[in-house]
C-alpha cells in the first residue's frame, strides 16, 4: 500500500492552505505533474513530447480516414496552441502525413502513418505501466470514485466556462 503524503508536505509549504478549494486545485494541478512526468520520460524515449504523443493517440483513434487539425487539437489532453507545429513536426519524421479535403480545400486532415503506428506500438506497454503507477495506491473502487469526482469536477467547470475548453 502506498503512503498518504499530504500536499502540503510534499511541496514542503509551512503555511497552512487558505480553503479547501485552493488545496484541493493545488492538489490536482501536482498530482498531474507527477503523471505526466512518468509519461513524458516514457514518450522522450522516442524522441515525442507528450503533446507529440497525444496528437498519435487520436489519429489513431480516428482510424484510416484521419481527422481536421482543428478536429486534433479540440480532442488534446493538453492545449496546444500550436498544433500545425506540432504536426508539422511529427509529418517531418514520417509519422503523419496531411492531405487536403477535395471538397474543401481549406480543410486540411491528417492521419497516422505505419512508422507512426509502429512507433505508438512500440509505447503502449510501457505507456500503461506509467498508467499504473499513476494510480497506484487506489483499488479499482477507488480509481472509480477518483473517475466520478473529476468528472464532476470538469462539468460544473464547462458549465462556468463553456468556452473554457478553447
Known sequence: MARRLSLQDDIKQTKAFRNLSEESTLSIVRTYTLIRRGVAAVVESEGLTPAQYNVLRILRGAGAPGLPTLTVRDRMIDEAAGITRLIDKLERGGLVKRDRSAPDRRQVYCRITAKGLAMLKRLDVRIAEADETGGAGL??????????????????????????RR
Do not use: C
Open 139 to 164: 483499488t479499482p473502487r477507488e480509481r472509480k470514485q477518483l473517475l466520478v469526482l473529476l468528472e464532476k469536477v470538469r462539468g460544473a467547470l464547462t458549465d462556468a466556462a463553456p468556452d473554457a
